[in-house]
C-alpha cells in the first residue's frame, strides 16, 4: 500500500521520469519478472503496475536493501514524530 500512495503522490508532483528504489524483494520480482499473486497483495501490485504504466514515460524499479538505505530510512521514520 505504501508503494500504492508514493506512486499517487509523485504523480501528483507531476513527475515523468521516476526511479523508485524499494526494500521489498517481492514488488521489484513482480515488476521485473512478472510474478503473479492472486492474493489482494497482487491486486494492490496490479494496480500499482497500471497506475505506472498510465502515469510515467519512464520508470525504474530497483530493489535496495534496507541496510544500504538507513540514512533514507531514519529520516524517514523521525519525519513521523
Same mark, same amino acid.
Given at each position: 500500500?505504501?508503494? &500504492?500512495?508514493? =506512486?499517487q503522490?509523485?504523480?501528483?508532483?507531476?513527475? &515523468?521520469?521516476?526511479?523508485? /528504489?524499494?526494500?521489498?524483494?517481492k514488488?521489484?520480482?513482480?515488476? =521485473?519478472?512478472?510474478?503473479?499473486?492472486?492474493?489482494?497483495?497482487?491486486? =494492490?501490485?496490479?494496480?500499482?503496475?497500471?497506475?505506472?504504466? &498510465?502515469?510515467? /514515460?519512464? &520508470?525504474?524499479v530497483?530493489?535496495s536493501?534496507?541496510?544500504?538505505?538507513?540514512?533514507?530510512?531514519?529520516?524517514?521514520? /523521525?519525519?513521523?514524530?
Amino acid at each position: 500500500m505504501g508503494h &500504492l500512495h508514493a =506512486i499517487q503522490w509523485v504523480h501528483d508532483l507531476t513527475f &515523468l521520469n521516476v526511479n523508485f /528504489e524499494l526494500d521489498a524483494k517481492k514488488v521489484v520480482d513482480f515488476y =521485473i519478472k512478472g510474478k503473479k499473486d492472486i492474493l489482494e497483495f497482487g491486486e =494492490i501490485l496490479e494496480e500499482c503496475k497500471r497506475c505506472c504504466n &498510465l502515469y510515467f /514515460e519512464n &520508470l525504474k524499479v530497483e530493489f535496495s536493501r534496507r541496510k544500504t538505505n538507513d540514512v533514507a530510512h531514519n529520516f524517514a521514520r /523521525e519525519a513521523v514524530f
